[in-house]
């Protein structure tokens, strides 16, 4: 598959973008002029992005984003990526077959509501880092290779259960 090149000049469109769906999402993504300092919601789900994807330096930059659909992006291994993300309210990474790590970053994530995990059947732990999740209220774990809940779910007090 070639490259996406998006050319022209796209800052005035992407400058007032608030909301991103796009499925299939090709691995080599690269665009210029691409501003998401506006973006609130991104759904890349069913994508073939990766943790090394060349998109997150231009997605990074949306500061303003709630909400991130990463359900079914079967080549994402870890979470890195997600340290630019601090205001973040939803993640779903529901059915991310390859995950296999959660990044500490994501103790940073103070107004995060609600975390999808479910059908990550290669995660094994939670980082003790989501202990400092006050505002955590929905943790989807089924279907993931977690034996034991971590005893830091209890300091979740917002938790529902």
């Known amino acids: 598959m070639s490259a996406v090149n998006l050319v022209g000049d796209f800052s005035k469109l992407f400058s007032?973008?608030?909301?991103?769906?796009?499925?299939?999402c090709p691995s080599n993504f690269?665009?210029?002029?691409?501003?998401?300092?506006?973006?609130?919601?991104?759904?890349?789900?069913?994508?073939?992005i990766s943790d090394v994807w060349q998109g997150w330096?231009?997605?990074?930059?949306?500061?303003?984003?709630?909400?991130?659909?990463?359900?079914?992006?079967h080549s994402l291994k870890?979470?890195?990526?997600?340290?630019?993300?601090?205001?973040?309210e939803i993640l779903i990474l529901r059915d991310c077959s390859a995950l296999e790590q959660i990044d500490n970053c994501i103790g940073d994530m103070e107004n995060l509501i609600s975390l999808d995990l479910s059908g990550c059947s290669l995660l094994e732990r939670l980082p003790?880092?989501?202990?400092?999740?006050?505002?955590l209220k929905e943790l989807l774990l089924d279907e993931t290779a977690i034996q034991e809940i971590p005893s830091f779910i209890s300091s979740l007090k917002r938790l529902d259960t």
């Open 16 to 24: 007032q973008l608030r909301w991103l769906k796009w499925g299939n």
């Open 30 to 48: 690269e665009a210029s002029n691409f501003h998401a300092g506006e973006l609130v919601i991104l759904d890349l789900s069913g994508s073939a």
């Open 57 to 73: 330096h231009s997605m990074m930059k949306a500061e303003k984003l709630k909400v991130l659909n990463l359900t079914s992006c």
């Open 78 to 88: 870890g979470t890195s990526y997600l340290s630019a993300f601090k205001r973040l």
């Open 128 to 135: 003790l880092q989501m202990a400092k999740l006050e505002q």
